[in-house]
């Protein structure tokens, strides 16, 4: 179920994204952080066609094309918070996390690599 996401405040995201930088972020900065950073990405390719899922903190359908409803989406990606960060701020590259095993996805769309980093 996606969760409601908003754009923080960069005097907010700015000192957040200093710590994770610096491996010192806590579970309040990857919630606010991965939050945020979905919130983005949902602004830079808003649609319904993949469900982004970064558990336990929020999931998000994003790529226009398919429209998702209900039950399973016609694509699926799913990663955890610290990797979600670094793809977002382009600590990281999409084929490098996928082919290390650090993401799955699945589906037509489900390769987020055009839209990243967000910063």
């Not at 005097?11 to 610096?22: C, I, K, M, T």
């Not at 808003?46 to 094309?65: D, K, N």
């Not at 998702?68 to 990663?79: I, W």
Request: net charge neutral; no cysteine.
């Amino acid at each position: 179920m996606p969760a409601r996401l908003r754009l923080v405040d960069p005097a907010v995201v700015g000192p957040a994204v200093e710590r994770f930088r610096d491996g010192l972020a806590d579970g309040d900065d990857l919630r606010l952080l991965t939050k945020h950073f979905l919130a983005v990405l949902s602004k830079k390719a808003p649609g319904g066609a993949v469900e982004l899922r970064v558990p336990p903190y929020a999931a998000v359908q994003v790529v226009g094309g398919t429209t998702h409803k209900r039950g399973t989406p016609p694509a699926v990606v799913e990663v955890d918070a610290p990797t979600w960060l670094r793809l977002a701020l382009g600590y990281a590259d999409w084929a490098t996390v996928e082919r290390e095993g650090g993401l799955s996805a699945s589906g037509e769309r489900s390769d987020l690599s055009a839209y990243l980093p967000l910063v």
